[in-house]
């Protein structure tokens, strides 16, 4: 068996559900009442699949602007990235553009996956499919995926999708 040491940024504005995507994926849980992330936040986890072990250092990068600076030295050594939008929300082309700038400030091709967080409110969805699909072929994303981290739904998809494409850019 394989093992791999995955460092993953999860990014995008704040209030996207950052911190709610990874507290469901890693404990399993949903709290309403996340409070913001202060600069970055850490979470370990181990996957494994296809004869590889994979462990990975999830790193919840805060999302208001004022701690932007101080994230360029926390994405060095990253392998992949989830950018998130609030699928209520239409995002900024800047401010997406300025998330995967600092996602790829160090590897111009780290692959980063889109996702789509809070589908559960689907009465209120404002990104439609063939937005998210614009945004993610704009900046060379490897998909798109909707998730609510209050369900559950597509959660767990998202981090085996970023795992095994960073697993299969490994093997080489």
């Given at each position: 068996?394989?093992n791999?040491?995955?460092?993953?940024?999860?990014?995008?504005?704040?209030?996207?559900g950052?911190?709610s995507l990874?507290?469901r994926?890693?404990?399993?849980?949903?709290?309403e009442?996340s409070?913001?992330?202060?600069g970055?936040d850490f979470y370990?986890?181990?996957?494994n699949?296809d004869?590889?072990?994979c462990?990975?250092q999830?790193?919840?990068l805060?999302g208001?602007?004022?701690?932007?600076?101080?994230?360029e030295?926390f994405?060095?050594?990253?392998r992949g990235a989830?950018?998130l939008?609030?699928?209520?929300?239409?995002?900024r082309?800047?401010?997406?553009?300025?998330?995967?700038?600092?996602?790829r400030l160090?590897?111009?091709?780290l692959?980063?996956?889109l996702?789509?967080?809070?589908?559960?409110?689907?009465?209120?969805?404002a990104?439609?499919?063939?937005?998210?699909?614009?945004?993610?072929n704009?900046?060379?994303?490897?998909?798109?995926?909707?998730t609510?981290?209050?369900t559950?739904?597509?959660v767990?998809?998202?981090?085996e999708?970023?795992?095994?494409?960073?697993?299969?850019?490994?093997k080489?």
């Open positions: 068996m394989k791999f040491i995955f460092k993953i940024l999860i990014t995008g504005n704040a209030s996207v950052k911190t990874l507290r994926y890693v404990d399993g849980k949903f709290d009442s409070i913001m992330t202060v970055v370990t986890t181990e996957l699949f004869n590889a072990r462990l990975l999830l790193w919840d805060g208001q602007e004022r701690f932007r600076y101080l994230l030295n994405v060095m050594g990253a989830l950018l939008v609030d699928l209520t929300r239409m995002p082309i800047g401010d997406i553009l300025e998330w995967v700038n600092i996602a160090h590897d111009l091709n692959p980063i996956l996702i789509g967080t809070k589908f559960d409110l689907e009465d209120i969805i990104v439609d499919d063939d937005s998210a699909l614009h945004l993610k704009t900046f060379n994303m490897i998909d798109f995926i909707k609510s981290a209050k559950g739904f597509n767990e998809k998202a981090f999708t970023i795992t095994k494409k960073l697993v299969s850019l490994s080489y």
